[in-house]
């Protein structure tokens, strides 16, 4: 297989992650399927889809142009990007971590 360049590298990296994005919630969704709403699935979420493929852009950027980066995210965040399918696993561990958040939010409001 022929080395992809930095762009193609960066495109790949930022599928993979809005995969991984895309079956945490999903799964996250399994429990609501009677009255599921793609609407409501995308509308009501926009911030979390923003902020976490945001996330994951800069990450595929940042590892494009500078590989050796995965070593201070694998610090930051346990997970290994020198492997292109971290950003799978990583776009389920940011999903988890925003409704964790949110969750935390939420009872403080309660």
């Given amino acids: 297989m022929e080395e992809l360049n930095i762009w193609e590298e960066m495109g790949l990296n930022i599928l993979l992650a809005v995969i991984g994005l895309a079956i945490y919630s999903i799964w996250k969704v399994r429990e609501h399927l009677k009255n599921f709403n793609f ?59 925003a409704n964790a958040a949110v969750k935390k939010k939420l009872d403080k409001k309660e």
């Fill in 39 to 97: 609407r409501i699935f995308f509308s009501a979420n926009k911030a979390f889809w923003i902020w976490a493929i945001s996330l994951q852009v800069i990450f595929a950027f940042l590892i494009a142009i500078a590989p050796e980066a995965s070593e201070a995210i694998k610090t930051m965040t346990g997970i290994d990007y020198s492997q292109t399918m971290a950003f799978v696993t990583s776009g389920a561990m940011l999903g988890s971590a």
